[in-house]
């Protein structure tokens, strides 16, 4: 009956531990709003990590198909209709002499 009636709030003992309890309320709720912010940037570091995954898969799906699209035999048959030839003899290199420049005196 003393809790209902608020009598407690009067006592000696309560008014002497009434700055610790507040004290206590006071780190209860920094603990909770800790809490809360650290579930927050967890959830945005699981996204975050989700976006990374699929990024890299695309990633890899394109390399592969822009290795895919680049070999030699596919694209010697994406351009045979265009009248370009696959070159079949090596290549030779074409060596260009410089001439010797003169010394003045």
Do not use: C, W
């Not at 009598?7 to 603990?31: D, N």
């Not at 695309?58 to 351009?79: D, F, N, P, R, T």
């Amino acid at each position: 009956m003393s809790i209902l009636g608020g009598k407690f709030l009067v006592k000696e003992k309560f008014s002497k531990q009434f700055p610790f309890m507040v004290y206590i309320t006071v780190l209860l709720m920094a603990i909770i709003t800790n809490t809360y912010i650290a579930e927050g940037k967890i959830r945005e570091l699981t996204k975050t990590a989700r976006k990374l995954n699929d990024l890299q898969v695309e990633y890899v799906q394109v390399k592969s198909a822009i290795m895919e699209a680049s070999k030699q035999s596919v694209l010697a048959k994406k351009l045979a209709g265009t009248g370009l030839k696959e070159v079949t003899e090596p290549l030779k290199r074409i060596e260009v002499e410089q001439p010797e420049k003169q010394e003045k005196p």
